[in-house]
Nanobody, 119 residues
Framework: QVQLVESGGGLVQAGGSLRLSCAASGTIFSIYSMAWYRQAPGKQRNLVAQITSGDTTVYADSVKGRFTISRDNVKNTVYLQMNSLKPEDTAVYYC?????????????WGQGTQVTVSS
């Protein structure tokens, strides 16, 4: 079993910054990819950013140039540095990891952390 624990959410004014962290623990042989998704009230959950074990990154168009995803493979932790935040970034942010737990790999999700950007 794998647990993902997020931290770093909160309330910030527009133009401000926040840094989210997500630490994975449990029976982990390797983590293929880690990602951040977000879900605003009444909307579907969408990908914000993803990083592979080879450090290839993918970003949603709406956050390119403002958000940066990174990971620490030793600590099994992924980070999301969010700059120039806008009110439309307000959402619950979820951490996701595709983990090799042998004999198979599975998707795991964190509990979510609220990010609120005031105008």
């Amino acid at each position: 079993q794998v647990q993902l624990v997020e931290s770093g959410g909160g309330l910030v004014q527009a133009g401000g910054s926040l840094r989210l962290s997500c630490a994975a623990s449990g029976t982990i042989f390797s983590i293929y990819s880690m990602a951040w998704y977000r879900q605003a009230p009444g909307k579907q959950r969408n990908l914000v950013a993803q990083i592979t074990s080879g450090d290839t990154t993918v970003y949603a168009d709406s956050v390119k140039g403002r958000f940066t995803i990174s990971r620490d493979n030793v600590k099994n932790t992924v980070y999301l540095q969010m700059n120039s935040l806008k009110p439309e970034d307000t959402a619950v942010y979820y951490c996701n990891a595709f983990v090799d737990t042998r004999p198979r790999a599975s998707d795991y999700w964190g509990q979510g952390t609220q990010v609120t950007v005031s105008s």
